[in-house]
């Protein structure tokens, strides 16, 4: 049986439509931003085919809500088998921190890894109703292995974001890494080296 994957994206959370309107007026696009393709839509073919790679559109992403992330989440739940491995990317990764602080996963989970994840910090990245309000302790029961990636020059979200999953997941792998942005590249490889030692 192939190793399944569950990659949640990331997206933006806003207090209001207004602000999310604000938002899409001011932000800039550029022809590369439009054409870029990222190590998530190469991470299958990178693993190779030992590995299954379900990576949904979650509902909104530019406009995100919790509940609607929640309802979408659990409604994949029936086609994900155990030891499963969590990938959150940017809003993705407080999305499952979140979810699984607060709820108990019906199945088995092999290891959560969290990529440039923020942790509660709507001043540098909107979060609206993706704020932790629970203790991480229900999370870190659920998942045997926790993995956080983080680089030092993330401007989106801060990498002091990383330190304060690390504080409340005191026994999670933290990895911060040099030059990689918010993680935006064609590939991962040090992703993949960890997927591929779990």
Do not use: C
């Amino acid at each position: 049986m192939k190793q399944q994957i569950v990659l949640i994206h990331g997206g933006n959370a806003y207090q209001s439509y207004e602000d999310y309107i604000f938002a899409l007026k001011e932000k800039e696009l550029t022809l590369e931003r439009l054409s870029q393709v990222d190590w998530k839509k190469n991470l299958q073919e990178d693993l190779g085919e030992d590995f299954e790679v379900i990576a949904p559109r979650m509902p909104n992403a530019q406009n995100a809500k919790y509940l609607e992330w929640e309802i979408w989440f659990e409604k994949m739940i029936p086609f994900i088998n155990d030891n499963v491995i969590f990938i959150g990317h940017s809003l993705g990764g407080i999305f499952l921190a979140k979810y699984l602080s607060e709820k108990k996963y019906q199945k088995k989970i092999k290891a959560v890894i969290l990529v440039a994840a923020p942790y509660n910090s709507p001043e540098h990245h909107p979060l609206a109703d993706f704020v932790i309000t629970s203790p991480l302790l229900s999370f870190e029961e659920q998942s045997p292995k926790i993995i956080i990636f983080h680089s030092s020059d993330d401007t989106v979200v801060y990498p002091d974001n990383a330190q304060r999953y690390k504080e409340n997941l005191p026994n999670a792998k933290l990895i911060l890494l040099q030059g990689k942005g918010h993680f935006n590249d064609a590939h991962f490889h040090e992703l993949l080296e960890e997927i591929l030692s779990l």
